[in-house]
């Protein structure tokens, strides 16, 4: 949602997610639905920007659910800042040489049952870490991208959350 989102707003250019806060896990039961939005506000500063058509440059989001339709009380899953990054460049960065500098190793399987025995039980399709390489302030993972993704994702929510699961590494 939220890469989707950055991407109509600031078209091609980099953007970058910012101050992200995640107040509240988004746990469902295998045949649990609930309605989620994604609420995009552009930042106080932009606003006159915005009624002269120039374009938005900076916003914050609001990753909301609700248990049922008409439920006044939703819960907050993710807030933060989206921003253009006019630095936005080709640096690059070495993948060799991060994963040289994160030399304790743990199998995506070791890693995935210490979640279970915390009562965190990522279901099947979101278990795609192969391996975690922690350092003294980095982590490195390689991830199993899933075979087929839904057209309509820049990236495949399993993905991103495989991506985050590297902070609890």
Not at 45 to 72: C, M, N, W, Y
Not at 79 to 108: D, F, K, P, W
């Amino acid at each position: 949602f939220i890469l989707n989102a950055a991407q109509q707003m600031f078209g091609t250019q980099g953007y970058e997610i910012q101050e992200i806060i995640f107040p509240e896990p988004l746990i469902l039961s295998e045949n649990e639905e609930r309605i989620v939005q994604l609420v995009v506000t552009p930042t106080e500063d932009r606003q006159e920007d915005i009624r002269k058509a120039s374009r938005v440059t900076a916003a914050s989001f609001q990753l909301i659910s609700f248990a049922t339709p008409g439920d006044q009380h939703p819960a907050t899953h993710a807030v933060g800042n989206l921003s253009e990054n006019r630095a936005h460049s080709s640096t690059s960065l070495s993948i060799q040489a991060v994963a040289a500098r994160c030399r304790e190793e743990i199998a995506g399987p070791t890693f995935y049952e210490k979640m279970r025995q915390q009562h965190i039980d990522m279901g099947p399709r979101f278990q795609l870490v192969n391996t975690f390489k922690r350092g003294a302030r980095e982590t490195f993972c390689q991830i199993r991208i899933p075979e087929t993704s839904p057209d309509d994702w820049q990236t495949d929510p399993p993905v991103i959350d495989a991506c985050l699961q590297t902070i609890d590494a």
